[in-house]
Structure formats: structure tokens, C-alpha cells
């Protein structure tokens, strides 16, 4: 009890730096929460995936249904292709739109996940024989009748997920079998077609972690763009391991790879492993984790055009990683209890100052911002002290790029965000 009162108490005093940062800069923010400081930062939306397994879980909706802390929502699995056609021409909507329903009555936005995917087709699939006309016309049809029917409701569509193997050529499946690569072009028209006005991505693992698949993915752009399809984003999974992470420095020239060419980008599943179970826990791993996460969130506030974030489960419950990948685990933000990790509060530290360095109109003026950049691994440090009482202190990497206000109240808000952090260590690891 006295654990879950001082990490509250910590959460409520890290999100006071929001209200310092507003006060000394006159600036605001939308609330309390990782959305609403995201988007006080510039960006659109910071999100979760969920899906309908988790709708009786009354703490779990709790969180979820909070807008200021998550304002997108994608379903795991419930629009893919065995969920919404399970039988040739016969379709059915039900899960997914119970999860639209409750999203729009949270005041949440809607990202759409996934039309044509290698994984996850039902059985009529692989049990035709296809020609190049038959199987055009079924992806043709699936893709008319999913997007016709939550026309309106996408913030933006995966329209064509994870077609790259790892060395960058494409993967081998049913579709690139019947129709060679054109079936991207022949998915991503027909999805322009059935809601010219959602957002069209294309989506993939280890795009930042391998180059060779990231050009792929580049080649991937620039085919579509070649033929005059229209492709408006690419969502990097970003599936991490703690220690595996790539430095925000990679991670910028890996996004700016894409917004090179026009792109929209975003962290699309975003989640971050240990790998060992064993130390998951240990004030250096959890420390590792949180530094992760920071470098992950500061490279989309240094790019411009990444748009917006979205966590693969926000809490350790219901990831998928244990199942998927057995002796990791504890990939995300919150525990299995709800509690907010020491990730959680290093990235709502990183926002709270964004959002106060974020450029803002008032009254007719724009704020004036100074150009120094700073790097917050030397201005923010984590000291975590262990269940041994030995202390470690781990450089937390930010948002080196990010211009800050000149005067000394922007300085005593990042010292103060600092100070919370070792107050979210000692919450975690003494008691």
C-alpha cells in the first residue's frame, strides 16, 4: 500500500511540471496524461492497442477509456482478414465495432489494423487455387467491404503489413505468389478507393534495427510512388529488447529515411522487452528500460513528421511478447498490477518538457524559441538504488535536438523533473 501511495504521489507530482512549464512560459497543456502531453508537444496522438478480451477488466478500462493518457486506439486482432471474413464473401463486424463504439465515446481517435497480411488469413485462403483475376478480385472485395464499412471512423488504415523478410526481399506468400509485388499497388488503390480520406501506411517489424529491410521498405515507398498509388505513412512496429534499443540518433535517420520521400511516421507498436526475465526487475534493467523508452519517444519529437506513437498494450497483463517470445516479458509501460513503471514516468518527464518547449499563438503572438539544442543524457540523469541499497546512474538519452526557452524557470522546470525521477526510483526500489 504504502508503494502504490508514493508511486501516486510521484505520478502527481511529475505531471506538476506540465503546470510549472505552463505557468513560466504561458503555455497550457490538455490535461494530465501521456496523450495530452504528446500532443501539447506537436504531435497527434499518443495511443494503445487493445481489443475486446479486455473489456471486463474494470482497472484495465479505466486507464484505457482515459483520453488525456491515451487518445488512439487500435485493436490487436479484430479487424484482421479471419476476423472480419472468416468465410469467403461473408463478413462480420461485431468486435471491432464494439471497440470503435467505446473508443468514440471516449473521445478517442481510431487507427485501423490490418487488410493484407501474410499471418492470420482464414482457411478459404490457402485452400484456393488462385489465379492472378481471382485472387485480385478477392483482395479487392475484402479491402471495399472492411473500409466501407468503418468509412469514417480511421484515423488511418494498415493497408499492407510486414511483406518484407529480413534481408528486404519480399516475402514469399499466397500473395506474391499469385501476383508478384503487384498486389501492394493493387491493395493500397483499392483501398484509396473505398475512404479517399483516411491515412494509407505501410506497416513493419525491424525496419529500425536492420538496413537492409529498411531499404526494402524504401523501395517499397518509392514503388508505389513510381506507379501513382497513393501511400501516406509507414508504421514502425518498433518492437524493442532493453539494452537493444537503438540510439535516438539511428532511430531519427531511420525515420527520416521515410519522411525523405513524403512519408508520415510513427512508432506503431511500440513495446520494449527484457530479454531476461530473471533481472526484469533489477534497478539497471528497469533503468535500462526507461532509457529506452525516452530514446524512442525523443526521436519522434525530433522528426517533424512522426506523427504520433501507439504502445502494442500499455500494460504488461496482456502484451504478447510472453507467449510469442517465452522468458521475455515486462514490455510495457504499466505492470501487470497497473502500476506505472519507471519507463512510464521517464517518458511523461520527457513530454511535460517538450510541451512546455513547444512553440504556441497567444493572443496573436507566437512564443519565441531559442535554437541551442540540448541533450537531456547530460541535463537528466535516473539514479536508482537497488533492493542492496547500491545506487546505479544511467544517462537517460532524450530529445537532443529539441530548441528550449531561454530564462531561468524553463531551467528550474527541468531541474524539478529531474528531482522526480529519483523520486520515482526510490518509490520503485525501496519499498
Known amino acids: 500500500m504504502a508503494r502504490r501511495i508514493l508511486l501516486n504521489l510521484a505520478a502527481a507530482l511529475a505531471l506538476t511540471t506540465t503546470s510549472i512549464n505552463a505557468q513560466s512560459t504561458g503555455t497550457g497543456t490538455q490535461g494530465q496524461g501521456l496523450h495530452s502531453l504528446f ?62 463504439t467505446r473508443a468514440k465515446a471516449a473521445g478517442q481517435q481510431f487507427r485501423c489494423h490490418t487488410l493484407t497480411w501474410h499471418s492470420q488469413l482464414p482457411p478459404f485462403i490457402s485452400a484456393t487455387a488462385w489465379t492472378r483475376a481471382t485472387l485480385t478480385a478477392a483482395l479487392e472485395t475484402h479491402i471495399a467491404n472492411v473500409m466501407g464499412h468503418f468509412k469514417g471512423s480511421c484515423y488511418s488504415w494498415d493497408v499492407v503489413n510486414e ?92 525515420l527520416e529515411k521515410f519522411t525523405s520521400l513524403g512519408m508520415d511516421v510513427s512508432w506503431s507498436e511500440l513495446d520494449i522487452a527484457h530479454k531476461n526475465m530473471s533481472t526484469a526487475t533489477s534497478a539497471s534493467a528497469l533503468s535500462q528500460q526507461a532509457s529506452d523508452y525516452v530514446a524512442a519517444v525523443g526521436a519522434c519529437l ?19 511478447i510472453p507467449n510469442t517470445f517465452p522468458g521475455m516479458g515486462d514490455a510495457c509501460l504499466y505492470t501487470a498490477n497497473y502500476t506505472k ?43 536508482t538504488a537497488g533492493p542492496s541499497g547500491s545506487a546505479t546512474t544511467v544517462p537517460v538519452e532524450g530529445a537532443a535536438t529539441s530548441p528550449v526557452r531561454s530564462g531561468g524557470s524553463q531551467a528550474f522546470a527541468s531541474q524539478f523533473g529531474a528531482l522526480l525521477w529519483s523520486l520515482v526510483a526510490v518509490a520503485v526500489f525501496l519499498l
Open 163 to 254: 511483406a518484407l523478410a529480413e534481408d528486404g526481399t519480399f516475402r514469399e506468400d499466397v500473395f506474391l505468389q499469385v501476383l508478384g509485388t503487384d498486389y501492394l499497388a493493387i491493395s493500397f488503390r483499392a483501398a484509396a478507393k473505398a475512404d479517399p480520406a483516411t491515412k494509407l501506411y505501410y506497416n513493419d517489424f525491424n525496419l529500425e534495427t536492420t538496413k537492409a529491410k529498411a531499404d526494402g521498405a524504401v523501395g517499397i515507398v518509392q514503388l508505389l510512388q513510381k506507379a501513382g498509388v497513393r501511400i501516406d505513412g509507414v508504421g514502425f512496429q518498433a518492437h524493442f529488447t532493453v539494452g537493444g534499443t537503438p540510439s535516438q540518433k539511428s532511430l531519427v535517420a531511420t
Open 341 to 383: 513503471k519507471p519507463a512510464y514516468f521517464a517518458v511523461a518527464s520527457l513530454l511535460a518538457s517538450a510541451a512546455g518547449n513547444s512553440t504556441k499563438t497567444i493572443g496573436g503572438n507566437t512564443t519565441a524559441l531559442s535554437s541551442t539544442p540540448v541533450s537531456t543524457s547530460a541535463a537528466v540523469t535516473l539514479s
Open 39 to 100: 500532443v501539447a508537444s506537436g504531435k497527434l496522438f499518443f495511443g494503445t492497442a487493445t481489443d475486446v478480451n479486455n473489456v471486463n477488466d474494470a482497472p484495465y478500462q479505466a486507464i484505457l477509456n482515459n483520453p488525456n493518457e491515451f487518445g488512439m486506439i487500435v485493436p490487436e486482432n479484430s479487424q484482421k482478414w479471419e476476423a472480419v471474413q472468416p468465410t469467403e464473401a461473408k463478413f462480420t463486424f461485431a468486435n471491432a465495432d464494439s471497440l470503435v
Open 302 to 320: 525530433a522528426v517533424p513528421k512522426c506523427v504520433g506513437i501507439t504502445v502494442w498494450q500499455f500494460t504488461d497483463k496482456y502484451s504478447w
